[in-house]
Nanobody, 124 residues
Framework: QVQLVESGGGLVQAGGSLRLSCAASVRTFSIYFMGWFRQAPGKEREFVGGISMTGGSTYYADSVKGRFTISRDSAKNPVTLQMNSLKPEDTAVYYC?????????????????WGQGTQVTVSS
């Protein structure tokens, strides 16, 4: 069983930055494709970005492209999500997720393990 724990959420003003981290409980952390999702109140959970096992490939939702960056060192924890130029519409609970395949998926149903989520609030 893989346990994922997010950290780094908080309150920030529009235009500011936050850095989220996702730590895993397993030594074979590097075998999983990692994704970040978010869920705003009253909305469905949506894909934010993802990164391949080696960190060589990254994928982003159009809404965050150019502002958010995902990185990982396959030999270490954690996977990080650097969020810059934050907007009020980025306010949501952010989740990291692990997928037992080295291919991207934008569908939350195809992820096998989830963290508990961390709140990000961007004030205008």
């Amino acid at each position: 069983q893989v346990q994922l724990v997010e950290s780094g959420g908080g309150l920030v003003q529009a235009g500011g930055s936050l850095r989220l981290s996702c730590a895993a409980s397993v030594r074979t952390f590097s075998i999983y494709f990692m994704g970040w999702f978010r869920q705003a109140p009253g909305k469905e959970r949506e894909f934010v970005g993802g990164i391949s096992m080696t960190g060589g490939s990254t994928y982003y939702a159009d809404s965050v492209k150019g502002r958010f960056t995902i990185s990982r060192d396959s030999a270490k924890n954690p996977v990080t999500l650097q969020m810059n130029s934050l907007k009020p519409e980025d306010t949501a609970v952010y989740y990291c997720a692990a997928r037992r395949a080295n291919t991207v998926s934008y569908d939350q149903r195809e992820y096998d393990y989830w963290g508990q989520g961390t709140q990000v609030t961007v004030s205008s």
